[in-house]
């Protein structure tokens, strides 16, 4: 075992407090037991005097008077060396009444000139201590990275749950076909599906069946047989159309939302724009928001990709969410959204449940607004004229 030496013959000979040696050991990895009879390897002492740049030991014979005034302010503490007994003075052989009252001033250990007396480093006393000022510095920026992360915990959270609502609505889409297949299995011999036909030709598989309907509908030889083509679940196939496909005018500042694939229309026909001026129509409704004090909004209605679309093109200031127009009002978002946001859109284009609807017109009576529109652009221009006629102090209380 190497030698050893204790923390407070370790602070006289650097000339500092006791305190700050024992700060330095903790921080040095030392078992984080602060006493001042702690025993601290050489190596560490070694590590201890490098970080205090303190002089080299001196003799034994140079260190006696700062021994002598370090017992001197241990026994004033009332600390006791190990392996000795506490002397007991003797009682006077005077009166008690005629005992004087004696008070000992406890003697300080001597003040390094660059320290304070309380051992932080500096001179004026309103001076603020360095290390605190950056482990203040440090617990702000651990509490931001906390936020930003539960920030997106809560959007994980939330993008987990609209998938799941999705999947569920799959589901009961799914046994509804089967359902419906099986009726149409036991109906009359009127009714015959696409795929049995297919397999009649000869085409096994799904793969087959999509490249030969591919080739005859590229040359144009499915026109004669497109108004007799049925489909037994209508509702599977309309949720299809609705969220793989957008009716675009093919504008550069449109862009293209994401999952989706384009059919080209004139721009009065177009769902993302309606013959607006997109980016003067997102700037003038983030001014809105922003002017009535308000920066989370929720939008109720409308495809799955058109949120996305739409809240890329806001100020970064302005938060968007979006609730798809088959979403469930008995869903666990639902509530989560209502708490959220500050300000509600509801986007009256005819395929808006009504339930849906009454959901947030309860959750945020005064912040609800419906604004009609066959595009995403019209529904924009519409309820940015109903923000700029907000009064913010209307909305206070919600």
């Known amino acids: 075992m190497g030698r050893e030496i204790r923390a407070d013959a370790l602070a006289v000979e650097c000339g500092v407090p006791v305190a700050r040696v024992l700060e330095l050991l903790v921080e040095l990895g030392q078992v984080q037991n602060r006493r001042v009879s702690q025993h601290v390897p050489e190596r560490l002492a070694r590590l201890v005097r490098q970080q205090l740049a303190g002089p080299v030991p001196r003799p034994a014979a140079e260190r006696a008077p700062d021994r002598a005034v370090f017992e001197q302010a241990m026994s004033a503490a009332g600390v006791v060396p190990l392996g000795r007994e506490p002397a007991r003075p003797a009682r006077p052989a005077v009166p008690r009444a005629a005992a004087p009252a004696l008070r000992v ?194 939008f109720v209605g409308g495809r799955r990709w058109a949120a996305p679309w739409f809240g890329a093109r806001l100020h970064r200031r302005v938060e968007l969410r979006c609730w798809p127009q088959d979403l469930s009002p008995r869903s666990e978002i639902v509530e989560i959204d209502l708490a959220w946001a500050q300000f509600v859109v509801l986007r009256d284009d005819g395929r808006l449940g009504e339930e849906l609807a009454a959901c947030a017109r309860a959750g945020l009576p005064r912040a609800c607004v419906s604004a009609p529109g066959t595009s995403t652009g019209q529904v924009v221009a519409v309820a940015t004229a109903l923000v700029e006629q907000i009064d913010p102090a209307s909305l206070l209380g919600i």
């Open 105 to 298: 001033a406890p003697v300080q250990a001597p003040v390094p000139p660059g320290e304070s007396a309380v051992g932080a480093p500096g001179g004026a006393a309103g001076e603020e201590d360095p290390r605190l000022v950056a482990a203040l510095a440090r617990c702000a920026t651990l509490e931001a990275r906390v936020e930003d992360l539960e920030a997106r915990r809560q959007d994980a959270r939330r993008a987990g749950l609209l998938e799941l609502e999705a999947a569920r609505s799959a589901l009961l889409g799914a046994e509804e076909l089967a359902a419906r297949l099986s009726a149409a299995r036991a109906g009359g011999p009127g009714e015959q599906r696409v795929v049995d036909l297919l397999v009649r030709r000869g085409l096994l598989g799904v793969d087959e069946g999509w490249s030969a309907l591919r080739t005859l509908a590229a040359a144009h030889l499915l026109d004669g047989a497109l108004p007799f083509l049925t489909s037994v679940d209508g509702a599977r196939l309309e949720r299809v159309l609705a969220d793989r496909l957008c009716l675009c005018c093919g504008r550069e500042d449109c862009g293209r939302p994401e999952g989706v694939e384009l059919i080209v229309v004139p721009p009065q026909r177009c769902e993302l724009c309606g013959g607006e001026d997109v980016v003067a129509l997102c700037r003038r409704f983030s001014d809105a928001c922003l002017l009535a004090g308000i920066n989370r909004v929720l």
